[in-house]
T-cell receptor, first 113, second 116 residues
Framework: AQTVTQSQPEMSVQEAETVTLSCTYD???????LFWYKQPPSRQMILVIR??????QNATENRFSVNFQKAAKSFSLKISDSQLGDTAMYFC??????????FGPGTSLSVIP | EAGVAQSPRYKIIEKRQSVAFWCNPI?????LYWYQQILGQGPKLLIQ????????DSQLPKDRFSAERLKGVDSTLKIQPAKLEDSAVYLC??????????????FGPGTRLTVL
């Protein structure tokens, strides 16, 4: 069975600094997708970034980038120049083709002014 | 573009009562998902519809939970009778298609259920 682990229940970062959220997963599949979702307090969950396992290049979306280590089954999210609006729960998620998305337990990130 | 709509936003009921949640996905989205998110955990898929057919309901407690998506558009999730452990946020999401290439899921605001 596929599992997703996020070992950091809570993290904090000073505004304008950089923070990295960790995620590991377990699967025997070779082709799959990895996601980071953001869930702000009392607001909708939105997709932050997506990585296809067959792509070696790490995905980047503005201030958000990932470090995808396929052999280690690791998928960390780096947030640069942290902003107050980045305060949220962050969920790492995993999906194989045509299968359901498996979410990790989440990391609560607080950006401190 | 209108997002995924859910109602009600909050619901408080006594155990053994019934409750229903409604979801209207983004127009044109064929796939609709219902998730249960217990406090401190990530969302867990309860049921997935492709148009008006069920794709995956393996984690739906079928003795008390039911869901339907008549006409392949909006959907209703029902709990009857509710238990204390059903207290959670129920999220609805939709995506354009089932294909992973287009499988970005768009989430609604959720319904927070408290069972007393």
């Amino acid at each position: 069975a596929q599992t997703v682990t996020q070992s950091q229940p809570e993290m904090s970062v000073q505004e304008a600094e950089t923070v990295t959220l960790s995620c590991t997963y377990d699967t025997s599949e070779n082709n799959y997708y990895l996601f980071w979702y953001k869930q702000p307090p009392s607001r909708q969950m939105i997709l932050v970034i997506r990585q296809e396992a067959y792509k070696q290049q790490n995905a980047t979306e503005n201030r958000f980038s990932v470090n995808f280590q396929k052999a280690a089954k690791s998928f960390s999210l780096k947030i640069s120049d942290s902003q107050l609006g980045d305060t949220a729960m962050y969920f790492c998620a995993f999906q194989t083709s045509y299968d359901k998305v498996i979410f990790g337990p989440g990391t609560s990130l607080s950006v401190i002014p | 573009e209108a997002g995924v709509a859910q109602s009600p936003r909050y619901k408080i009921i006594e155990k053994r009562q019934s409750v229903a949640f409604w979801c209207n996905p983004i127009s044109g989205h064929a796939t609709l998902y219902w998730y249960q998110q217990i406090l401190g955990q990530g969302p867990k898929l309860l049921i997935q519809f492709q148009n008006n057919g069920v794709v995956d309901d393996s984690q739906l407690p079928k003795d008390r939970f039911s869901a339907e998506r008549l006409k392949g558009v909006d959907s209703t999730l029902k709990i009857q009778p509710a238990k204390l452990e059903d207290s959670a946020v129920y999220l609805c999401a939709s995506s354009l298609a089932q294909s992973p290439s287009y499988n970005e899921q768009f989430f609604g605001p959720g319904t927070r259920l408290t069972v007393l």
